[in-house]
């Protein structure tokens, strides 16, 4: 199960942090459009290009998140949390999409790459690297779907970025502009595939699959082991968010007096929170004359959450 504890002060942090992000991605895509025109770079292009891409879904991944804060309300009875995998869906298309564009501008160039200003290349390399690896470490403090395909983002900028750092010292020494499509290619196939590998963890939680690294079988057995619980039956685990867990069951306890079977209840739904279950909810019952197999429970004792 989600091992460990949940900490809220990072969620809470969340929104303010795609904000920053998504501040210094569209100002660097600026200064890359100008230095893509100055050093003659395809690479550097594609990657301008790519970011314009980039700040459009960071923008609204920002105001997805902000909005997944709002209130549960009569309509949105979980409220919001939602929107963050959208956010992540959307995110991870537009990174597909944006894989597509720089293989269309580095392919054609393997036949006849055009030969860059090394020494602006090398320039807006050290300046990328610095503003991307600080925008993924501001969001490598968040645990959300939504934020780790941010992250995603921003790790692609980085490698690119050291990419063209490479090429850019290379072509000092030697003639080599071959390798500036070569790693393009090489970057854009790498977050492809992690891209589309999110992009799998976002449609099992829209469908409501137990999420990605969640046990199912383990947190019925954890909840078992508490003393006076005879089955966990009926088990429904799913996410909110990639982060938050939902874990509806039907409790069978052994044949006791309601207080001390409201107990047993309580010290289950703790046990679950502790694994990392956010929300638990518990139909508490006994076994009655007609169960079989384990499945059919008789006596109901409370319905309550």
């Known amino acids: 199960?989600?091992?460990?504890?949940?900490?809220?002060?990072?969620?809470?942090?969340?929104?303010?942090?795609?904000?920053?992000?998504?501040?210094?991605?569209?100002?660097?895509?600026?200064?890359?459009?100008?230095?893509?025109?100055?050093?003659n770079s395809t690479a550097i292009a594609a990657d301008a290009l790519h970011d314009l891409g980039d700040s459009l879904a960071l923008a609204f991944a920002w105001a997805m998140e902000g909005a997944s804060?709002?209130?549960?309300?009569?309509?949105?009875?979980?409220?919001?949390?939602?929107?963050?995998?959208?956010?992540?869906?959307?995110?991870?298309?537009?990174?597909?999409?944006?894989?597509?564009?720089?293989?269309?501008?580095?392919?054609p160039r393997l036949l006849d790459p055009p030969t860059p200003n090394a020494s602006g290349m090398l320039a807006l390399a050290v300046l990328g690297v610095a503003v991307n690896g600080v925008a993924a470490l501001r969001v490598g403090h968040g645990s959300s779907l939504n934020e780790r395909v941010v992250r995603l983002h921003l790790l692609e900028d980085v490698l690119g970025w050291v990419a063209v750092l490479i090429v850019s010292?290379?072509?000092?020494?030697?003639?080599?502009?071959?390798?500036?499509?070569l790693l393009s290619i090489a970057i854009t196939v790498w977050v492809a595939w992690n891209a589309t590998r999110n992009l799998r963890s976002t449609m099992r939680l829209f469908l409501q699959g137990v999420p990605d690294g969640v046990d199912g079988q383990a947190v019925c057995d954890e909840a078992a082991d508490v003393p006076g619980v005879v089955a966990v039956q009926h088990v429904h685990l799913w996410s909110l968010d990639g982060d938050r867990h939902v874990l509806t069951a039907d409790l069978v306890v052994e044949p006791m007096e309601l207080e001390a079977a409201l107990r047993v209840k309580e010290q289950v739904a703790a046990r679950l929170r502790d694994a990392g279950v956010s929300h638990v909810t518990l139909s508490l019952m006994t076994p009655g004359p007609h169960q079989v197999g384990g499945e059919d429970v008789g006596d109901e004792v409370d319905r309550r959450a």
């Open 1 to 39: 199960m989600s091992q460990g504890h949940h900490h809220p002060h990072h969620h809470e942090d969340s929104s303010g942090r795609l904000g920053l992000v998504f501040a210094l991605n569209l100002a660097f895509a600026l200064i890359e459009l100008v230095g893509a025109w100055l050093t």
């Open 169 to 181: 010292v290379v072509m000092l020494l030697a003639e080599l502009p071959l390798l500036d499509p």
């Open 69 to 107: 804060k709002r209130s549960v309300n009569g309509t949105f009875t979980y409220g919001y949390r939602r929107l963050s995998l959208v956010a992540a869906a959307v995110n991870a298309i537009v990174l597909l999409a944006g894989g597509l564009v720089v293989l269309a501008e580095s392919v």
